[in-house]
């Protein structure tokens, strides 16, 4: 059971060069969410999708954008990449009773 | 606007000893409450949640009452073990689909042999 698919798992990038964060979900759940996790600030929300075709900005949306694929796929992209973005990134699904299903989490080192 | 305010962390604790780590939250509505526990170089997982006032989640010897007269969520376990160490996030969630999750700091727990 494969639950929500991050990949990759690890980055390095060089700032300005871009690159796209793919998630996956094969639980067949509605709403999915990118997440940025840094130090002493808890998970902060960047964008997320309540359902396939559908997507809205959350706490820290600046730099970034999303693709909501299909009901499966939620991709988030940085199309110039900063310093500040250096983080690491999770993808989330939503099911019943308001429970979140995290990925194992993307490590992203902007240089 | 919703927040979730959680102690600071390290907790270092020997094993059996009793842990708390404390939550209290503000929200405009009635959420549900949340534990999650993210254990080293993983996603987080749902470890218990409650959904109304007096309500008790517990999983896994861990335990945690949903106070709304003090918007309180402590999480609790009488005797650790050295496998919980991790970190700890209180959250809370408005309702289904609308994004309004919202997670604390988190509490990083280390327990020793």
């Known amino acids: 059971n494969a639950g929500v698919t991050q990949t990759p798992k690890f980055q390095v990038l060089k700032t300005g060069q871009s690159m796209t964060l793919q998630c996956a979900q094969d639980?067949?759940?509605?709403?999915m969410y990118w997440y940025r996790q840094d130090p002493g600030m808890g998970l902060r929300l960047i964008y997320y999708s309540a359902s396939e075709g559908t997507t809205d900005k959350g706490e820290v949306p600046n730099g970034y954008n999303v693709s909501r694929l299909n009901k499966r796929e939620f991709s988030l992209r940085l199309e110039s990449a900063a310093p500040s973005q250096t983080s690491v990134y999770f993808c989330?699904?939503?099911?019943?009773?308001?429970?979140?299903?995290f990925g194992a989490g993307t490590r992203l080192s902007v240089l | 606007g919703d927040s979730v305010t959680q102690m600071e962390g390290p907790v270092t604790l020997s094993e059996e000893a009793f842990l708390t780590i404390n939550c209290t939250y503000t929200?405009?509505?009635?959420?549900?409450l949340f534990w999650y526990v993210q254990y080293p170089g993983e996603g987080l997982q749902l470890l218990l949640k409650a959904t109304k006032a007096d309500d008790k989640g517990s999983n896994k010897g861990f335990e945690a009452t949903y106070r709304k007269e003090t918007t309180s969520f402590h999480l609790e376990k009488g005797s650790v073990q050295v496998s919980d160490s991790a970190v700890y996030f209180c959250?809370?969630?408005?309702?289904?689909?609308?994004?309004?999750?919202?997670f604390g700091t988190g509490t990083r727990l280390k327990v020793l042999a």
């Open positions: 639980m067949n759940h509605n709403s």
């Open positions: 929200a405009t509505g009635y959420p549900s």
């Open positions: 989330a699904s939503e099911g019943a009773k308001n429970i979140q299903y």
């Open positions: 959250a809370l969630s408005e309702a289904s689909g609308t994004y309004k999750y919202i």
